[in-house]
């Protein structure tokens, strides 16, 4: 069963790990920090795998990738004064100027959107989650999914066509 | 799916990829360390069931003395946080309750010492029934005579309006079915707005507390991973005010219709939704 059990978080890791990191990635502002929030999800789910419900081992990792970015950035909070940095690397000459500089707006628009807000459009238009399954990820209600979505969308849209 | 929300789904997508390329290989898979010497977690062997039979014991016997009569009305346990464990923690499962960790019930009666309403129409002004001439419980209609528009329905069930395309504009909840405004609250973390008890951006969660001394006010913890209070909720007569406090000061502002609203001011639209 144990066996069984490391395999299975194997294959997990295996599949999911890309995936994870860009949703942490997403959330936190670099990706050596998102990384580092995977593998410690990882870590909780092998520690606390027996007595995670078979078959929501994603959602638990899901969850924890949250838990885990918002760590980070309660960490740095003060430091930076809620506005995250923007990391990206120098591409060279080949750079994709446009679309460096929507990626630049994005970043900074979501980073100016309540924690809540900018989980829930994260796990909506990237991670692609129902509502259901970002509430159970955020563990709140799906009013909150509903209305933080609502609010999130409308001032991410206002700041990104107020750029453009 | 709005034009918008596509955009948003191909820019996060692009952004995703462009932060963590597919072609990065992962670290090796790590592994928990334990401690040489240390007992093993799991447990086994004959004695198991004998100590489950006396654990089951010691509960109930502990749970007869607990829930025997005391002669007192106040044996209902208190409504109470539960927070989701972090990653590491023992917890089967990431979920928490969504129930707001309040330790009383809200209530709709203010004492005598309310903060009055000096600036009714001040368009700037959040009081318990409304933003200047915006209410709740307006029609859409309404919202549209004073200059507000959709944004369309979204993928959630509810109904947004707001003025122009200013970043201080209101966001204003209207549920669909219903035709009413529910929740008109700020966008943005701006101090162009104050309530009739003079709180705004920046006030402090004392502050707020000493300008609605009168009224109920609640913590609203973040009960997503146990962080905190993140919000205060004060009870008005028929509609609540909602306070978004970000290290101790106030971040945002909100009112609803409903209690059943955290920081972001939660109103559950009855019109249908993607899920």
């Known amino acids: ?164 | 799916m709005s034009e918008f929300e596509d955009r948003l789904t191909r820019d996060l997508a692009a952004l995703a990829r462009h932060r963590v390329s597919s072609d990065q290989p992962s670290p090796p898979l790590p592994r928990p360390v334990r401690s040489p010497g240390r007992a093993p977690r799991r447990l086994s062997g004959w004695w198991t069931p004998v100590l489950a039979a006396a654990l089951v014991v010691i509960v109930v016997g502990a749970g007869w003395a607990l829930t025997r009569p005391t002669g007192r009305d106040d044996a209902r346990p208190a409504a109470t946080d539960s927070a989701t464990p972090s990653p590491s923690s023992s917890a089967p499962t990431p979920s928490v309750s969504a129930t707001p960790s309040v330790s009383t019930t809200p209530s709709a009666t203010p004492s005598a010492t309310a903060p009055s309403t000096p600036l009714p129409v001040d368009p700037t002004v959040f009081r318990f029934d409304g933003v200047g001439p915006l209410r709740l419980g307006m029609s859409s209609a309404g919202l549209i005579a004073l200059g507000y528009t959709s944004s369309g329905p979204n993928s959630f069930g509810c109904a947004q309006y707001f003025k122009g395309g200013a970043q201080q504009s209101l966001s204003v909840i209207v549920d669909p079915v219903l035709d009413r405004v529910r929740s008109i609250g700020t966008l943005f973390a701006t101090a162009d707005y104050r309530t009739d008890a003079g709180i705004q951006v920046g006030s402090t969660e004392a502050e707020v507390r000493a300008a609605y001394a009168g009224y109920q006010v609640q913590d609203l913890l973040d009960r997503g991973f146990g962080q905190g209070s993140s919000g205060l909720l004060v009870a008005g007569p028929r509609s609540y005010l909602g306070f978004t406090i970000v290290d101790g000061a106030v971040a945002g502002i909100e009112i609803a219709d409903d209690p059943d609203f955290a920081t972001n001011a939660e109103v559950s639209c009855t019109g249908g939704g993607q899920s």
């Not at chain 1, 990706?31 to 078959?55: C, I, K, M, W, Y």
């Not at chain 1, 959107?113 to 799906?142: H, M, T």
């Open chain 1, 1 to 164: 069963m144990t066996a069984q059990a490391v395999v299975d978080v194997d294959g997990l890791y295996a599949r999911e790990w890309h995936a994870l990191v860009r949703l942490a990635a997403l959330l936190v502002d670099d990706v050596p920090s998102a990384e580092d929030v995977v593998q410690e999800a990882f870590l909780g789910l092998q520690r606390n795998h027996a007595r995670v419900t078979p078959g929501s081992e994603l959602a638990y990792l899901r969850a924890s990738v949250v838990n885990g970015s918002r760590s980070v950035l309660r960490r740095r909070r003060t430091a930076r004064n809620h506005q995250p940095p923007e990391p990206e690397p120098v591409n060279g000459a080949d750079v994709d100027v446009l679309a460096k500089a929507q990626r630049d707006a994005l970043v900074s628009a979501l980073g100016a959107l309540p924690r809540r807000q900018k989980e829930v459009l994260v796990l909506r238009y990237w991670s692609q989650l129902s509502e259901a399954e970002i509430a159970a990820a955020l563990g709140v209600s799906a009013g909150t999914v509903k209305t933080s979505a609502s609010r999130g969308l409308a001032a991410l849209q206002l700041r990104l066509e107020g750029r453009s």
